[in-house]
């Protein structure tokens, strides 16, 4: 497939590209400031990583940047259609400064038959998502779009580590009350500080998550041993859906393959 790179959607490349082969950045910096960021290492982590999520400036002003994601959207709806748009990996779509304009989005997205994949930390807005489907019958007026949001919370079980993001129970809870709600939940097992922290994590959202994404920290080292016999516990579970990140199978040689029906590719859609 040849590559895009729009203004605001984009074709990601390298390991973003197994979380999804469409998503769009608005903002570069993030208030949740996780230690591990990968925005916030490296020789871009001046531009992308700073404390404050400030609009690309590409984008010159939200008005015009919802233009710009209008017209990228529309250009390949087709081909986003089929695999979902991502957002963010730049920054967090919900925190409060970087939420409207990723809402409006995501509101065109599913008015227009394309799932929206989302990844966060922030829970704030939560209760008031439902609420609004509740109510209405409708969710951010866009009534009968339910089944178009995958919604997921990043989990490591490492709050000292998110000094700006919700708790990771907090995260939990939002993701049962949504998971009540009838909405599709997942989570990010992603990056594993330890497998102790990550089971913890895992079982605590049993039942109400559809998709577990699990991967290491880049650069960090792991006892393989310990890894294995994370990922066989991981094949007993026998529920939900898992991805295997591919760091995680090349460091205990276990492949999609070698694991059970629960276990699935980059491109699944649930
Ligand atoms: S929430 Fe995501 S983008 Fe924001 S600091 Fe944490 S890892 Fe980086």
């Not at 990601?12 to 469409?22: I, L, N, T, V």
């Not at 390949?76 to 409006?104: C, R, Y």
Request: glycine share 6%.
């Amino acid at each position: 497939m040849k590559e895009f790179k729009g203004k605001a959607i984009y074709n990601p490349g390298g390991k973003a590209r197994e979380y999804s082969e469409w998503a769009v950045n608005f903002y570069n910096g993030c208030s949740a400031r996780c230690e591990y960021c990968y925005n916030r290492k490296g020789r871009s982590a001046k531009v992308l990583g700073g404390d404050k999520p400030t609009l690309k400036k590409t984008l010159i002003d939200e008005n015009t940047a919802y233009e710009i994601f209008k017209r990228e959207l529309y250009d390949h709806g087709k081909e986003i259609q089929k695999t979902g748009l991502f957002f963010n990996f730049v920054s967090d779509p919900m925190l409060p400064e970087t939420f409207l304009l990723n809402s409006m989005a995501m509101r065109l997205c599913v008015t227009n038959n394309i799932p929206v994949k989302i990844l966060t930390k922030q829970t704030w807005w939560v209760d008031e998502f439902i609420r609004e489907e509740n109510h209405n019958g409708t969710i951010w007026n866009c009534t009968g779009t339910k089944d178009k949001f995958f919604i997921g919370f990043t989990l490591t079980g490492h709050d000292e580590l998110e000094p700006g993001a919700a708790r990771n129970q907090e995260r939990i809870i939002a993701m049962h009350k949504l998971h009540n709600h009838g909405f599709k939940t997942w989570a990010s097992i992603e990056p594993i500080i330890d497998f102790v922290s990550a089971r913890d994590m895992i079982i605590r959202t049993l039942g109400y998550c559809d998709l577990l994404k699990v991967g290491l920290q880049s650069g960090k080292k792991y006892d393989v041993v310990e890894a294995q016999s994370f990922v066989e516990w991981l094949d007993e579970l026998q529920t939900p859906k898992i991805y295997l990140k591919e760091s995680l199978q090349k460091l205990t040689r276990y492949t999609t393959e070698d694991l059970d029906e629960f276990f699935v590719y980059p491109d699944y859609l649930w």
